[in-house]
């Protein structure tokens, strides 16, 4: 399935600095709790799946519990979300191998492709860096 509108695909770290509430994090949550605001966004279940985890890991900066995690999640559910398929998994591999990335940051290169997304909101590849036609941007810059 392609995005008819969401053009920017979210990575987990963005979810979580829009969580944080430790005092040198304010800049950064305020402006990623306003890109959640936006409507041209997209992710997929492995950003869900690793939000949870590590929001709710008892040793996070960003500690939340169970039930406010998954409420949390729950507004996102507004956003086309991209399932983990066969087709994915083989792309995110393919894509590990020709760029020399890890597995997980190839799944969400993957799944920002496979969803028609032209940028990826992280802060965990370079920014500018660009995957066949996904560029990456550090919205914190």
């Given at each position: 399935m392609r995005c008819t509108i969401a053009v920017r695909f979210l990575d987990t770290n963005i979810l979580l600095v829009a969580?944080?509430?430790?005092?040198?994090?304010?800049?950064?949550?305020?402006?990623?709790?306003?890109?959640?605001?936006?409507?041209?966004?997209?992710?997929?279940?492995?950003?869900?799946?690793?939000?949870?985890?590590?929001?709710?890991?008892?040793?996070?900066?960003?500690?939340?519990?169970?039930?406010?995690?998954?409420?949390?999640?729950?507004?996102?559910?507004?956003?086309?979300?991209?399932?983990?398929t066969l087709d994915l998994l083989t792309l995110a591999l393919a894509i590990r191998v020709r760029w020399r990335i890890s597995y997980w940051d190839a799944a969400i290169v993957a799944a920002a492709r496979t969803l028609g997304c032209d940028t990826l909101l992280t802060e965990d590849l370079q920014h500018g860096q660009q995957f066949d036609g996904v560029r990456v941007i550090n919205p914190f810059l």
């Open positions: 969580i944080s509430s430790h005092p040198n994090e304010v800049e950064r949550a305020e402006r990623a709790a306003s890109l959640l605001c936006d409507r041209d966004l997209a992710l997929s279940l492995q950003v869900l799946q690793e939000f949870y985890a590590q929001a709710t890991r008892p040793t996070s900066s960003v500690r939340i519990g169970h039930d406010v995690a998954v409420a949390f999640m729950a507004t996102l559910h507004r956003f086309p979300i991209q399932e983990i």
